[in-house]
């Protein structure tokens, strides 16, 4: 298939970043800096299709010094302006080593005037015109495609962010010398290393930040720890855990390098990163080498290493906003940012009000990006293609996915899967995803909702797509933690255990697209969904303040009682490694790990959300439990169906591979499913069509208080049931979760086994 863009008709092929795709030419236009063959010149393209001039600024240096040079850019076809510099040129003008750059343009709300110099206002007719276009020449940008920047907008040594700021105060700063910098890479040999193809449905996702992972761990060397190279070094551990893919939150550019470690930390640091400054750079923040092209390196250095030890690496994108922020007051329309895409073309980067005046905002940060834009488009699924292609990345998480299935690019918003033109659908024509059997693609995964609107759009997304199941979140935190006060009916807990097929069966999805979750980055550790009634974010350092932050969390402390809380991690753990989707954990939920009742710690850079590597015997106990569970998951493919469970025979005959029951060993009918009176379940699955080791599993939840008895079904001729774990009092020690061979006789159909208020058992058929 062809695919034509804005920037002219794409081939087949690919242009710039890698190997040849499927669909489409990936940066068909060879936008952002690059090198010759020869490396004898460096060819700049930026886009922009209502400037009126830009030139091209060459340094030397990243900040502190004025440009060596600045050259006027020629306009092409389809809105690329484009210029060559030779090698010889870049020595005249004292240029020997990295190349740094950044551009200025001119447009319509300011023109150029030929008395223009920096720090006037020579030519300025308004701040932002009637078409919405916010061109001023005083603000270096970055390029949007430039594959490395060398600091973030504010540093250490220079935090005065009004220079880069439009209005009367600040429309007239000059931010050349401080202002980020593109940076010119000549390339590197750095191995990705062997890509798996593993099929999703047989994955285990490990969510983590890249600095948080290592930063407090003492077995890194210590100028490692919160880098990539530090990151790349927890690989043997994660594998051993039994995990197949890590997670990684925000890696592209963001503002950070101002995050402090003390405790006069404030609301306005950035840790988790879901401000994107640039989709192509690799955050030099969390980079050991911060040479010129170091971070490229190191990052690629670790994806091996990952993929050295059979871990996928996936990282979270944001999409639908950026680091541009919003304005700065209330019913100002003139004083925002102006880093980069905003300077070069607003209108066509950006969702606009229907006057084009101010941002159109579903994300509560300032504003969406123009995800309906085809050239915006383009740098969406160029810059994917980069990391997958370039940099190894194996799939992608997206932020506040719905925005992606924006139809209208100014004055409104409307999620509507089902258009083709929208990016959600272009994404997945042009880096399809994975089989289902597994091979060569790239897993999708949504964050199915935004702010407003039909954003909310869990089981919503079109085919392609994997969502993290809010869904399963609720229904398992609910159904665990507030009874009594939410009403959570049998059926609807066995159709989250299931795979969800209600969400996504409807629409040819498999229930791998569902990816269980019950805790996230965002939101209460496990730990501490079951140790605290309310989130406590105005703590003082290093476990807040935080602003913001969701009230209700559908959690419980247990009564206080610490036990019971270790019980209730251990199921919440258990039911969703015994559950038919994708299961994710968040990195550190293992073993226990809390911030004491935080649950919006997005801007605390500190020792306490840094996962902590020192464990005492409650916490080594329950990373034992999870590694045994993960374990059993990974040596049992009846729970990580391919398809709904449900299968016909030759002879078209419904053949049942999962049955519910009633405690009393019955099967569960539509009554006591749609009785939310009833709080304990239990299910069989026949392991025999699934080529399975069990003959059958079996898994009794108690959701009551008290101990519930359950009548065991038949485990198949000649079987007998065996344990395999059970959450209750006997799971407090160490080896909760019985190694193959190792596993505890029970008895056969019909016997009766008590399981104690809130706990789960599993068991096996051999």
């Known amino acids: 298939m062809k695919v034509r ?54 340094y030397s240096a990243a900040t502190g010094q004025q440009e060596k040079a600045s050259l006027p850019m020629t306009l092409g076809s389809g809105g690329v302006w484009s210029l060559n510099v030779t090698s010889t040129q870049l020595a005249s003008y004292g240029i020997t080593g990295t190349v740094y750059y950044g551009y200025r343009a001119w447009g319509p709300n300011w023109p150029f005037s030929p008395t223009w110099t920096k720090g006037s206002a020579a030519g300025l007719i308004t701040d932002v015109d009637a078409n919405g276009n916010r061109f001023n020449p005083n603000k270096l ?20 962010g009004t220079i880069y700021a439009s209005g009367s105060l600040y429309r007239n700063i000059d931010s050349g010398s401080s202002a980020p910098k593109g940076i010119v890479l000549q390339g590197d040999t750095q191995s990705i290393g062997t890509k798996p193809t ?77 401000m994107t400054l640039n989709y192509f750079s690799p955050d030099r923040h969390y980079s050991y080498d911060q040479t010129a092209g170091g971070p490229t390196r190191e990052f690629k250095e670790m994806v091996k290493a990952f993929h050295d030890n059979g871990i996928k690496v996936y990282i979270d994108v944001v999409y639908n906003h950026t680091g541009e922020g919003g304005q700065w007051n209330a019913g100002d329309k003139t004083t925002y940012n102006i880093y980069g895409m905003r300077g070069l073309d607003n209108p066509t980067y950006y969702s606009l009000t229907s006057d084009y005046q101010y941002p159109w905002d579903n994300t509560g940060v300032g504003g ?70 597994g091979g060569s693609g790239v897993e999708h995964i949504a964050e199915p909702w935004a702010i407003g609107g039909n954003s909310y759009q869990v089981g919503g997304f079109p085919t392609g797509w994997a969502e993290w199941n809010g869904m399963y979140r609720d229904v398992i935190r609910q159904h665990q933690n507030k009874m009594g006060q939410v009403s959570v009916t049998p059926g609807t807990l ?37 140790s605290c009634n309310s989130k406590n974010n105005s703590q003082a350092w290093p476990y807040g303040p935080s602003d913001g932050g969701e009230d209700n969390n559908n959690s419980w402390d247990q009564g206080g009682v610490a036990s019971d809380q270790r019980k209730a991690a251990r199921n919440g753990m258990a039911l969703m490694l015994l559950s038919g989707g994708v299961p994710m954990m968040v990195g550190g939920d293992e073993a226990l790990r809390s911030i004491n009742c935080n649950n919006n710690p997005y801007n605390l850079d500190s020792t306490a959300t840094w996962q902590s590597w020192s464990w005492g015997s409650d916490q080594s106990n329950f990373q034992s439990f999870t590694k045994g569970l993960v374990a059993f998951r990974k040596a049992h493919p009846a729970l990580r169906p391919a398809n709904f469970y449900a299968s016909t025979d030759g002879n078209g005959n419904v053949m049942e591979q999962l049955r519910w029951f009633k405690p009393d060993g019955t099967v ?48 198949g001729n000649g079987k ?32 009766v086994y008590g399981v104690c208020g809130r706990g789960v058992l599993l068991l096996i058929a051999k």
């Open 720 to 751: 007998s049931w065996y344990r395999v774990t059970d959450t209750c009092t006997w799971a407090e020690g160490a080896g909760q979760v019985r190694t193959p061979g190792a596993e505890d006789f029970i008895g056969g159909e019909n016997y």
């Open 494 to 530: 066995a159709s989250r255990l299931a795979g969800s097929s209600d969400l996504y069966g409807d629409d040819g999805r498999k229930p791998w697209h569902s990816v269980d979750f019950i805790t996230a980055h965002d939101g209460f550790t496990l730990k501490d969904l079951y």
């Open 5 to 58: 863009r804005a920037l002219g008709v794409a081939m087949l092929g690919c242009a710039l970043f890698g190997s040849p795709l499927a669909h489409a030419a990936i940066n068909a236009s060879s936008l952002g800096a690059a090198y010759d063959a020869t490396k004898s010149s460096i060819n700049f393209k930026v886009y922009s299709s209502r400037a009126t001039r830009i030139d091209l600024y060459l």
């Open 368 to 437: 969406n990006y123009n995800t309906r834009n085809t050239v915006a488009q383009n740098l969406i699924v160029d810059s994917l293609a980069y990391w997958r292609d370039k940099l190894g990345v194996d799939g992608f998480r997206y932020d506040l996915a719905s925005v992606l299935g924006n139809t209208c690019q100014h004055g409104c918003y409307n999620f509507d899967k089902m258009d083709s033109g929208n990016a959600l659908n272009r994404i997945v024509a042009e880096l399809p995803p994975r089989p289902a059997g």
């Open 198 to 274: 593993r099929a999703f449905k047989d994955d285990i996702v490990y969510e983590a930040h890249v600095r948080g992972l290592t930063k407090n761990d003492s077995s890194i060397t210590a100028a490692y720890r919160g880098t990539y190279k530090g990151a790349g070094l927890k690989a043997p551990y994660l594998a051993s855990l039994g995990v197949t893919a890590v997670e990684f939150l925000p890696v592209q550019e963001t503002q950070n390098d101002t995050n402090d470690a003390d405790p006069n930390s404030d609301t306005g640091d950035n840790y988790w990163g879901y």
């Open 141 to 160: 940008l970055t390029d949007p495609y430039a594959l490395e920047i060398s600091h973030d907008p504010t540093t250490a040594t220079m935090s005065n």
């Open 668 to 715: 569960a009918d539509s009554t006591y499913f749609n009785d939310g009176n009833n709080h304990a379940l239990a299910w069989r699955i026949d392991g025999s069509e699934f080529g399975d080791s069990a003959s059958a599993i079996y898994v009794a939840y108690n959701g009551w208080s008290g101990s519930v008895n359950f009548t065991l079904p038949w485990p």
